[in-house]
């Protein structure tokens, strides 16, 4: 009984281990399969944000690849037009012997634009005058006898007319064969539709070099007809959604089980659709467990729960990170080449070129820095919406440009208005031959104009553009990044929308051998008294060439010398008492701190110095009424109580001022003249000997009697009374005689 109780109890014992072995053991799995499906599910999410940006960066490309290649075409376009040997075939053909000399030069012309425009394969050209076509591919023929002719067929049975034509408007794209054919209208003198012009282009090329050979494009024109798409499946899903997929406001958005980004040219000429089943971007990577598997791995490998636990977030961690080191690519890129170009050290600096996608590899380093002209100016005048848009369209476009040209291009926004571009290139890159140099330096001024002239036509602003000397290690980029910076320096010399290369700038002597302000303040103060603004103009110049030649640190202490001028001349005016403020209606110092170019400066300083010659001479001739008019009320009054304060007073003046407006005219000063006036009265008087010297002294104006003979004996060395004694024997004698 006893012994039964026991193996009950023991049985009862075991059995409540095994079930609490088994809810451990259920515990773990469950904590295990909850931790696999949260991870799962982490990591789908995670590879989906990583699908989708991927998908949109793929897209932004294909975008600026298009946008370009566009512009490309409406500029090829517009060269034709200005043709004179083709438009002159157009106006006034003559017999096909009489015309063949003529066609030639067109048809070279033609062949010419194919060898330099990759993926350009043919043109042909209509005269509708006279039927005949002339094409790279068949010397001349009628529009019958053409075995392309289904291109023009088509364009002119749209009804398209020259005149709507813009350099902007895709007019009938039509796929023919393995080409993509672009029709434009030409108009004519004699009629509105003159002829047509073909531009053929390889449609392999479009679809790998522009579109990126992706079969998930649609590219549309204005009325929303396709123009190009790799997949039947994403035309067909395109005409059945057309409305929607061309309507709704979002860039991007889905539409039934499809992702959609749609982008449009800036003039609505076309536009681009990337179309992505959502299938695929929910779909995981090749060899990916499957979540029932993952579920039974975890349930029989509980025990190792911890060891896969931790291999497994070991995992998720690097692809996080490689994630973000996708998402944040650009950025990246644009902080390692700020470093190269301030001269950071860098460790493991080819490792990290990898890791960024940056090539490293060149022969040769160049850097150009673009400068806005007034930008701030231009900016106070822009909401915030513009400034973003702006600020992005011309980073891009010189972005782009530069590499179309140059694959080892990269760009930052290096300073407020500045535009850092770092290039790198191989010596020998010439095409037809391998050993001959390129001519890097032309093709950097046909890069740096365009984007300066692509910029003036969108925005009306203009830019400047400093370009350093080659380098050829990575560790002196930093210098090319100092010249350019430096050539840039002289764009207060060189101009707006210049192009400077450090090359060939000057190499002087240092600021301190150029000429003091003093020297040149004295003598603008100089041509200012003689009114010549001929003469204060070759100053001026004479001032720039010195600092020119002295180097870049002379041309930066320039703006400041105009200042140190600008001072001389306020201070001249002052002096003469003319108030510029008050003439220019401005702070002037305000107002010349606020150009930017040297050229500018310069003629807002002459246009100050004019306002001062024109005030002196006005001035002049008022002080020399006012000096007249003073001059005769004394020689009226000199002989009456008179002082300089009582004169002063009565013509609203001041003393010092009146006194130096007397000096100016008579060359002595005013108590000298009435005193000079009061003797010669004293002498007349003194002939009559009924006069008493104190009656002489009161008709003259004096206070008291010996004040006269004070100042009598100052100018004849005796007093009154003898010298009229002195001059009545002198009169006698005369008589006498």
């Given at each position: 009984?006893?012994?039964?109780?026991?193996?009950?109890?023991?049985?009862?014992?075991?059995?409540?281990?095994?079930?609490?072995?088994?809810?451990?053991?259920?515990?773990?799995?469950?904590?295990?399969?909850?931790?696999?499906?949260?991870?799962?599910?982490?990591?789908?999410?995670?590879?989906?944000?990583?699908?989708?940006?991927?998908?949109?960066?793929?897209?932004?490309?294909a975008y600026s690849s298009l946008y370009l290649f566009t512009r490309q075409l409406s500029s090829i376009y517009s060269q034709q037009l200005l043709d004179e040997r083709l438009n002159h075939w157009l106006r006034n053909p003559g017999e096909l012997k009489e015309d063949m000399y003529e066609l030639s030069y067109v048809q070279k012309s033609f062949i010419g634009l194919i060898q330099s425009h990759t993926g350009l394969e043919s043109i042909y050209l209509h005269n509708t005058r006279i039927d005949r076509i002339l094409s790279t591919s068949y010397m001349i023929s009628s529009l019958q006898q053409f075995p392309h002719r289904e291109v023009f067929e088509e364009y002119y049975s749209s009804g398209a007319s020259s005149v709507s034509v813009t350099t902007s408007t895709l007019n009938n794209p039509r796929i023919k064969g393995e080409q993509l054919s672009f029709v434009f209208g030409i108009p004519s003198k004699l009629s509105m539709q003159g002829g047509a012009i073909s531009f053929n282009y390889n449609l392999n090329y479009i679809k790998e070099e522009v579109l990126g050979n992706s079969q998930s494009f649609i590219w549309v024109d204005e009325a929303g007809d396709i123009i190009l798409t790799d997949s039947e499946a994403h035309r067909q899903f395109y005409e059945e959604h057309r409305k929607a997929l061309l309507t709704t406001q979002q860039t991007s958005f889905q539409v039934k089980d499809h992702y959609i980004i749609r982008s449009e040219a800036p003039d609505g000429s076309w536009k681009l659709l990337t179309i992505i089943p959502l299938q695929e971007l929910y779909a995981m990577r090749e060899g990916s467990l499957t979540r029932l598997g993952v579920v039974v791995t975890s349930s029989v490998l509980a025990a190792l729960m911890p060891h896969i636990y931790f291999n497994m977030a070991k995992r998720r961690r690097e692809r996080w990170f490689r994630t973000k080191v996708q998402a944040n690519l650009t950025d990246m890129q644009k902080g390692f080449i700020h470093d190269l170009l301030s001269g950071k050290p860098l460790q493991d600096l080819h490792k990290k070129a990898e890791e960024y996608q940056i090539d490293l590899n060149s022969d040769v380093y160049q850097v150009v820095v673009f400068e806005i002209d007034d930008y701030y100016h231009h900016l106070m005048t822009k909401s915030h919406q513009e400034k973003l848009l702006m600020n992005k369209v011309i980073f891009n476009a010189i972005h782009w440009t530069f590499r179309l040209r140059f694959p080892a291009a990269y760009t930052l926004n290096a300073e407020y208005a500045k535009i850092a571009v770092l290039i790198g290139y191989r010596e020998h890159e010439a095409s037809g031959d391998p050993a001959a140099p390129r001519d890097v330096e032309q093709e950097l001024k046909t890069v740096v104009r365009y984007i300066q002239q692509d910029i003036h036509e969108q925005f009306g602003l203009t830019v400047c553009a400093g370009v350093s000397m080659p380098v050829r290690e990575v560790s002196q980029i930093h210098e090319a990044y100092v010249h350019a910076l430096s050539a840039l320096e002289y764009k207060s010399v060189y101009g707006k929308g210049s192009m400077i290369l450090y090359s060939q700038l000057p190499s002087g002597a240092s600021s301190g051998e150029v000429s003091s302000t003093y020297e040149y303040t004295d003598k603008l103060a100089s041509c200012l008294h003689q009114g010549d603004v001929s003469a204060i103009e070759r100053l001026l110049d004479e001032l720039i060439s010195s600092c020119i030649a002295g180097g870049t640190s002379a041309v930066s202490a320039l703006h400041a010398w105009f200042g140190n001028l600008l001072s001389g001349v306020m201070k001249f005016a002052i002096e003469q008492r003319i108030d510029l403020n008050k003439h220019m209606k401005e702070d002037v110092f305000f107002r010349l701190y606020s150009y930017e170019f040297i050229e500018d400066k310069k003629r807002y300083l002459l246009d100050v110095c004019r306002v001062i010659i024109s005030e002196l001479h006005t001035d002049q001739s008022r002080k020399n009424e006012t000096a007249e008019w003073i001059i005769e009320y004394i020689g009226k009054n000199y002989d009456k109580p008179l002082s300089l304060g009582l004169l002063a007073d009565k013509i609203s003046m001041s003393p010092s001022y009146l006194s130096a407006l007397i000096k100016s005219h008579l060359g002595i000063g005013f108590v000298e003249y009435v005193s000079q006036l009061r003797i010669q009265k004293a002498v007349r008087l003194l002939e009559d000997d009924t006069l008493s010297v104190q009656e002489i002294a009161e008709q003259c104006g004096y206070d008291t009697i010996h004040t006269f003979i004070r100042q009598f004996k100052k100018t004849h060395r005796m007093p009154p009374n003898e010298y009229r004694k002195i001059r009545k024997r002198e009169m006698g004698k005369q008589e006498i005689l």
């Open positions: 009984m006893i012994n039964d109780k026991w193996m009950d109890s023991l049985m009862w014992t075991d059995k409540r281990k095994e079930r609490i072995i088994s809810a451990i053991f259920l515990l773990i799995a469950l904590i295990s399969i909850s931790a696999v499906f949260l991870y799962d599910y982490s990591n789908r999410r995670d590879y989906l944000a990583e699908r989708v940006y991927g998908v949109e960066r793929a897209h932004e490309r």
